[in-house]
Structures are given as structure tokens and as C-alpha cells.
């Protein structure tokens, strides 16, 4: 039997078995933090409650509050959500046992699905290499970003349920034989912009001493928020709910009102039709105003806080991997009358951050150039799609990170890694996504047969 002391009790957790035989210790549905629920919702998370029994930490437990648009899964979670995962492949037997690095693992999802659930990340691989890995949960989408721009809602509580976790990892993984003096942030996508903003952030200060960004930053597009454009969405997102209102406080106090399930389907239908392809984010991090005191996540822009150098210096590494702009394609494959329309009237993308307002003349103007660096002449058909691809890799992933790059090395020395992963598989999201012929007859039916 697995029993672990923390700060807050006993756990009980179990031996687990890989499938190439090796033994690992699993510790999950661990709460680092108290339910934000009812007085606590939209506010920042406070430390748990110790418990006096033995706490069983055998299962995992509940996900944030979300609808998941690409399994179309449905609604699924609980507002109780702030649980986190320790998986390490020995307990320590005596304080002259060898503490083993920590890897604390942020997923991504747009901020608004997702979860540490081992369904998508499962420690059997990692763990070989004699590390302790911990997965957390955050709240998401309205509950975990909604901001009013002003100290009401300040925002960010997602990453600050992120914080939260990471000062339980500095109190408690010594226990399970981790080094809290050598722990590595990383994640991906959403996730990969949070660590990032961790490594901004006043707030997580000597809580990580090394970062992993991978496809993902607070230079990317759709990573930040100005907070007027935070508080159009938050009012608009209100209307979408029922709510005529232009006072924060009377926005909270009926926010605090609505179900989980209702302000989740609610997000989606308060977007532009713009904020919606290909992806629908509804909300993000943004800058906060101080709220009585508390203490604020993100004081400034992000890019202030490159450009000032006022972020944590720690090695870094960062990159991208090939073609991720293919994510778009789906829709399209599946849709073959949308390649004339596209042809007739092509749009590219302009990054929202170059604040540049659509249907004007300036507007146009950078589109067109856009358009003619990656496209030329040619029309779009199957045979531009690399070219597509492309686009929207550069657009979505790459322009942030290269952006990251040079203004952090501008104004410190710290390593920086840059990686592009470029492996081929045969069984890739993309081979999933567009139906590719490599994929064995059988599987490839099966695999398609998630997006249908």
C-alpha cells in the first residue's frame, strides 16, 4: 500500500504496473485547493482544508466545467475541480534518498477544455525517466478567464489556480521523493502560453526553476486579451446569457446565480463570428486590476514585461511543431463546396494584436500582402494546402514564439532552445483529422469515425 503525508493528511495511493513492466506509484483527485464554488466562484483560490482520515487518492476526480467541440462528448465536469496527480517511481524510504527532478504538466485545450485526466496524459513513458511528474486541473472558459477589466472581476483565476498548485508542489513533493528545487514547468498549446505567463508573473516567483513552451506563448495571438476587449466579451457574453447590463457588480452578482452547464453553452454563442473559425476562444488572460488588495497575476501587458525584461530568468525551452496549422483543414475536408467560395472570395488571417479594424482600406490593404507572400497568384485548392498550412502555422504558432525569442534575448542572457518537431508517424492527428490513406484500413475508419 501507497500512504504519503502532506500538509494537509494522509493519502492513500496504489502501485500501478506499465505495460513493459516497471512500477510506479500513482496519487491522484488530490485537492490543492479549496472548491470554488458558490461565495469562491470568480474568486481567487484559497488553500485547502486539512482532512483527518486517510484521504483515498485512488482515482482521478473531477475535470473543470467544459464542452469538449472536438470529441462532442457533451457537457462534462464539476465546478469542485481544483484536483492535481503525483506520479513517482519511488517513495522515499529515508531522508539520504536521492530527490528526483519534478515535472508539473499544464494542458492545454484553448483555455477552456481540457483536463490532467490520463486518458490524454498518462505518466507510463514519462516516468522511465526517474522523474516526478504532477498533472494538475484549472478552471476554464468563463469561470477560470472571464475578466470585467477592472478590479470586479479582475481574471486569470485559472492561472492562479496554477499557482496555487505550485505552491502545494513546493510544500508537499518532497514526500513523494521530489526535488522542490528542481522543478520544470511545461506544457502545451493553452498550456504552453500558461507556463509562459508563469514565468511573467510576479506571483510564481520561486515556485519552477526551468520552463518547457511548447506551441504556445503569451506573444501569440490568441493567448491576450486587452482588457477592453476582455470586458466587451464578459458584457456581450452576459447578454448571451440574459443579462442587460453595463455594471460590473450587477454582471457578478448574476453570473454568481447561472448553473456551470448554462455558462458553459453560453460561450460559444456570445462570439463574433470572426472569434469563432477555426477555433472558438471565448476567454483568456489578460491585464488585472488589483481587487482589495489580492494579490494580481498579471500587472501589465505581456509585451511590456518582455520588453522591460521584468520576467523570471530561467532556461527555456521553446518551439513548434511542423505544419500545426493543419488543425484548420478538417472543417474545410469535410465541407468540399467551401474551395470555391474560398477561391472567389479567399480572407487571410491579421493577427488581432496588429489592431487593425476589418472592412477598412488598411485592413485590406495588409490581407492582400499577406495573401500574395504565401500564395502568390494561385488560387485555393488541394494543391495550396501546404501553403495553407503554412499560413495558419505561422499565424497561430510561430510569429508569437519568434517573437518570444528576440525580445527575451534582447534583454537577458538566459538559455533559450528553440526545437522544431518535425517526426512523420503514421498514426498523427492529422492522418486522423483529413483521413489519410497510410493509415491501416480498419484504424483509419475507426479514427475518422471521431470526427463524424
Known amino acids: 500500500m501507497a500512504v504519503v503525508f502532506v500538509a494537509q493528511g494522509w493519502l492513500r495511493g496504489k502501485a500501478v504496473t506499465t505495460e513493459s513492466g516497471e512500477t510506479y506509484y500513482s496519487f491522484q483527485g488530490i485537492p490543492y485547493a479549496k472548491p470554488p464554488v458558490g461565495p469562491l466562484r470568480f474568486q481567487a483560490p484559497e488553500a485547502p482544508d486539512p482532512w483527518s482520515d486517510v484521504r483515498d ?22 465546478e469542485d475541480c481544483l484536483f492535481l496527480n503525483v506520479y513517482t517511481p519511488k517513495l522515499p524510504e529515508a531522508t539520504s534518498d536521492t530527490a528526483k527532478p519534478v515535472m508539473v504538466w499544464i494542458h492545454g485545450g484553448g483555455f477552456y477544455i481540457g483536463s490532467a485526466n490520463t486518458d490524454c496524459y498518462g505518466p507510463d513513458h514519462l516516468i522511465r525517466e526517474d522523474v516526478v511528474i504532477v498533472t494538475l486541473n484549472y478552471r476554464l472558459g468563463a469561470l477560470g478567464f472571464l475578466s470585467t477589466g477592472d478590479s470586479v472581476i479582475p481574471g486569470n483565476n485559472g492561472l492562479k489556480d496554477q499557482v496555487m498548485a505550485l505552491r502545494w508542489v513546493q510544500q508537499n513533493i518532497a514526500q513523494f521523493g521530489g526535488d522542490p528545487g528542481n522543478v520544470t514547468i511545461f506544457g502545451e498549446s493553452a498550456g504552453a502560453a500558461c507556463v509562459h505567463y508563469h514565468i511573467l508573473s510576479p506571483m510564481s516567483e520561486g515556485l519552477f526553476h526551468r520552463a518547457i513552451i511548447q506551441s504556445g ?31 460590473s457588480k450587477e454582471l457578478l452578482e448574476f453570473l454568481m446565480k447561472v448553473p456551470a452547464k448554462e455558462l458553459t453553452d453560453a460561450m460559444e454563442p456570445s462570439l463574433t463570428e470572426e472569434e469563432k473559425h477555426p477555433v472558438p476562444l471565448c476567454f483568456v488572460p489578460t491585464k488585472e486590476f488589483s481587487r482589495n488588495g489580492e494579490e494580481t497575476f498579471l500587472p501589465d501587458s505581456p509585451t511590456n514585461i518582455l520588453t522591460q525584461g521584468k520576467f523570471h530568468k530561467v532556461p527555456i525551452i521553446i518551439g513548434v511543431t511542423s505544419n500545426e496549422g493543419m488543425f484548420v483543414m478538417k472543417d474545410i475536408a469535410q465541407h468540399p463546396s467551401w474551395y470555391e467560395a474560398l ?26 500582402r499577406i495573401k500574395e507572400f ?11 494546402w501546404p501553403k495553407f498550412a503554412d499560413l495558419y502555422s505561422d499565424f497561430w504558432f510561430v510569429s508569437g514564439i519568434t517573437q518570444t525569442i528576440r525580445k527575451q534575448v534582447a534583454v537577458a542572457s538566459i538559455p533559450i532552445y528553440f526545437y522544431c518537431f518535425a517526426f512523420d508517424g503514421n498514426f498523427g492527428l492529422y492522418d486522423m483529422e483529413l483521413g489519410s490513406n497510410r493509415l491501416p484500413g480498419i484504424l483509419r475508419r475507426k479514427l475518422n469515425r471521431c470526427w463524424e
Open 57 to 78: 487518492a485512488q482515482t482521478e476526480r473531477s475535470v473543470a466545467p467544459q464542452t469538449d467541440i472536438f470529441t462532442g462528448s457533451g457537457f462534462e465536469g464539476d
Open 217 to 247: 506563448c503569451v506573444l501569440s495571438h490568441w493567448a491576450f486579451d486587452d482588457p477592453s476587449v476582455a470586458r466587451r466579451k464578459a458584457f456581450r457574453y452576459a447578454e448571451a446569457l440574459g443579462c442587460h447590463t453595463s455594471d
Open 343 to 368: 477561391s472567389k472570395r479567399f480572407r487571410v488571417p491579421v493577427p488581432h494584436n496588429f489592431r487593425i479594424e476589418e472592412n477598412t482600406a488598411k485592413y485590406e490593404e495588409l490581407a492582400a
Open 374 to 384: 504565401y500564395f502568390g497568384t494561385e488560387p485555393f485548392s488541394k494543391d495550396t
